[in-house]
């Protein structure tokens, strides 16, 4: 998926007047200076969607980029399909990605980073703060304050050996925390969620259900076709062009890249 997202679609937009402080640019992760440039100046921001990006090839996930050009940060996870659909695990792999790439260039210099730039309790707000400014909602949700709505994700788990001592909060929720640790989650002050378990929802149905989808659709393809698919080869040539543009555009991005390389 190189080349998803591109300076060609950028430059177009700000030409006719859609780059605005609403707009949020998903997978940002290929783009030159002067995108970047134009997404701060006209007050836009990033979902960067680390779990996706770091596999499906849309780019390095951008963060240690858009923090240099003050660009807000949102976390997302593209799909629950292909992802793990979990925003402890969307923190847990920024800040890697985030680190590794600090490192990275400083080695490339034959530098050593000591003091990491970017902290836990700055991914922990990419994922509260960050999705509600984003929205536009940061009035009303993001943050534990009067007058906000009372949506909250309580955490606690007295069966994990990782769960204390418990000496830097956001750390824990950045490195340790999972989503099977959510023992409430309150959405507009109502229960959904407590002691681990959903509230009104019936969830062995729900698990019968995909149980029998998947069944159904072994049984369509037959095993071996099932197993290929779970375990696809690697071909000996790779496509280039991106097959979700839907379109016969091609981008001189990607092209030119090549070009260049043979």
């Known amino acids: 998926m190189w080349g998803a997202t591109g ?5 177009l937009m700000y030409e006719h007047g859609f780059m605005t402080p609403e707009t949020v640019y998903v997978h940002s992760a290929s783009l030159s200076p002067d995108s970047y440039h134009r997404i701060a100046a006209t007050g836009g921001s990033v979902s960067v969607s680390t779990e996706s990006e770091q596999s499906a090839g849309q780019g390095y996930p951008p963060t240690w980029t858009l923090r240099a050009y003050g660009i807000p940060v949102s976390l997302s996870m593209d799909t629950s399909v292909w992802w793990s659909a979990d925003l402890f695990s969307a923190m847990r792999t920024t800040l890697g990605a985030d680190r590794s790439r600090e490192h990275l260039e400083a080695h490339a210099k034959g530098e050593t980073v000591t003091h990491s730039s970017l ?3 700055q991914v922990v707000e990419w994922a509260t703060r960050g999705g509600a400014r984003a929205l536009g909602r940061e009035d009303r949700l993001g943050s534990v304050e009067a ?3 009372a ?3 309580l955490i ?4 994990s050996p990782v769960m204390f001592p418990l000496l830097h909060p956001h750390g824990h929720v950045a490195f340790q925390a999972q989503r099977g640790d959510v023992h409430t989650v309150l959405v507009n002050g109502r229960v959904v969620k407590t002691d681990h378990r959903l509230v009104g929802a019936d969830l062995a149905a729900a698990r019968s259900a995909v149980e029998r989808t998947v069944e159904h659709l072994r049984a369509q393809l037959g095993e071996q076709a099932w197993e290929q698919g779970m375990n696809p080869d690697v071909p000996e040539t790779k496509v280039l062009d991106n097959p979700y543009t839907y379109t016969d555009y091609r981008s001189t991005s990607t092209h030119e890249r090549r070009q260049d390389q043979s």
């Open 7 to 11: 300076d060609d679609g950028i430059r």
């Open 147 to 149: 007058g906000k709505l």
């Open 119 to 121: 902290r836990a309790a």
């Open 151 to 153: 949506d909250l994700v």
């Open 156 to 159: 606690k788990n007295d069966h």
